[in-house]
């Protein structure tokens, strides 16, 4: 991955996890009304001052995690979204607020499911269960402390509020192992239709090129060739030529009659090999039907297109095919030149004409047509 996506990729994740921490904001500011509900009401048995301590402790501790994530310094850790470290801070602060609850703190220990469902969706299961037994053991703790402090005012209430706890903290154990099991099976589908939609992809892309070539010579067929000539007139810029050719091989009728089809076919292939050899990157040669080939050259000249197709010419009768010995391979050109606002059929039509006079000529050679052409 580049430099650039990485860092795309990051601003992405922190923009999640900001939207992530602003929901876990917004649950602390609405656990404080209902707390400082209950101090105006008299459900809060310590002082006020104690409250605002309470208060300022859990938003400074969410300060920090701000500044964190809006400093990237996150990143460094290897669970970027700090869920587990959130969810034991909140946990941790847990025992210090209920112990200032008397008749309702069975009421706040709703608390406990808030803060755990936070990390239902991102922690392991073993993670969970770990911050589910540091908040049984917080609370456990808290009466502990309160019983070596004073004896319990209702112990009864006390053993209640620990095995409801503890049977919740069970059952959202259990749950969250189901939901991270059901997660990875969604992952494991998700990257199948995923591996499923490459093989597509790649079958389509098999299939377009198949479209779009000739089997036998690799080269485009007539079909792509018009396709892309005509994209290629499109684009054309005042002042731009583009040269056009037809070739035939000379006598591929008596080659297949003395030699047989399957030379005939290496003579094709041969043909192709050389031209790829002879030609640019972004000129366009194709089978046109036969033996017959057709050449595209974008922004060339007449003297650059036909130093083009006499290199060619020349590279071709020089050539042999694998396995076959032939006395001579030669093959005839029409060249004609494109210019904007040119139609394709009349350009084919005036380079069938020179293509037509060099056979006429004794073959083995390249004719052009420039009229049209301004050239």
């Not at 591996?195 to 690799?218: C, F, K, P, V």
């Not at 050109?333 to 139609?343: C, F, K």
């Amino acid at each position: 991955m580049s430099s650039i996506s990485r860092r795309a990729s990051q601003r992405s994740l922190q923009t999640l996890l900001l939207k992530r921490f602003a929901m876990a904001g917004m649950s602390y500011a609405m656990m404080a009304l209902v707390c400082w509900f209950a101090v105006f009401n008299g459900l809060f048995i310590g002082s006020v001052g104690t409250a605002v301590w309470l208060s300022l402790g859990v938003f400074g501790c969410q300060l920090v995690f701000l500044w964190l994530f809006l400093s990237g310094r996150n990143l460094r850790f290897h669970d970027p979204s700090l869920t587990e470290a959130q969810v034991l801070v909140a946990l941790a602060w847990q025992p210090p607020v209920l112990a200032m609850f008397d008749s309702a703190r069975g009421l706040m220990m709703v608390f406990y499911v808030l803060i755990l469902l936070f990390g239902l969706f991102q922690l392991r299961p073993r993670v969970f269960t770990r911050c589910a037994a540091f908040a049984f053991f917080g609370f456990v703790a808290l009466l502990l402390f309160e019983a070596y402090r004073m004896p319990l005012v209702d112990p009864s209430m006390a053993w209640m509020q620990v095995w409801v706890l503890f049977i919740l903290l069970v059952w959202l154990c259990l749950f969250s192992g189901y939901v991270q099991a059901l997660r990875k099976r969604m992952r494991q589908r998700r990257f199948a239709l995923q591996a499923h939609q490459d093989t597509l992809r790649g079958m389509m892309r098999q299939l377009e090129n198949l479209a779009a070539t000739d089997e036998l010579t690799g080269l485009f067929n007539r079909r792509h060739f018009l396709r892309l000539a005509g994209r290629e007139l499109q684009a054309m810029a005042p002042g731009q030529q583009h040269g056009l050719a037809l070739i035939d091989l000379d006598h591929f009728k008596r080659i297949n009659d003395r030699y047989g089809h399957s030379v005939g076919d290496r003579v094709l292939q041969t043909f192709a090999s050389v031209v790829r050899s002879c030609l640019r990157d972004g000129d366009i040669i194709a089978r046109y039907g036969g033996e017959e080939f057709v050449l595209l050259l974008p922004n060339t000249d007449a003297d650059q297109f036909s130093s083009c197709c006499e290199r060619l010419r020349e590279a071709f009768s020089n050539a042999e095919p694998v396995g076959v010995k032939i006395d001579s391979l030669s093959l005839s050109v029409g060249m004609t030149l494109l210019n904007v606002g040119d139609e394709l059929d009349e350009a084919l039509q005036r380079a069938d004409q020179a293509l037509y006079q060099a056979k006429r000529s004794g073959r083995n050679r390249c004719e052009a047509t420039w009229n049209k052409a301004n050239a």
